[in-house]
């Protein structure tokens, strides 16, 4: 018990108790399942990253072209 209360220490005390209180509510009340609870709470909150360069943006927007992609499988393809 005194693991998961230093978690406190290292995270928001709101999550923790949240993590907590799922945990009660499961059934499953285990050093292992809050720490799982816990990080599934924190990974929702934090945004993903989005760290394209510059550089990679597109310059032509991609189209739908099936006509193409049967010319590339040529006679190989069962149909």
């Known amino acids: 018990m005194v693991e998961i ?9 709101d999550a923790v108790v949240c993590a907590v209180e799922l945990a009660l509510e499961s059934g499953t009340i285990s050093k292992p399942h809050i720490l799982n609870l816990l990080s599934r709470l924190l990974e929702a909150q934090t945004p993903p990253r989005n760290d394209t360069p510059a ?18 499988r040529g006679q190989r393809h069962v149909g």
């Open 55 to 72: 550089r990679l943006t597109l310059l032509e927007e991609p189209k739908a072209n099936v006509t193409r992609y049967d010319n590339l």
């Open 5 to 13: 209360l230093s978690l406190v220490l290292h995270h928001d005390e």
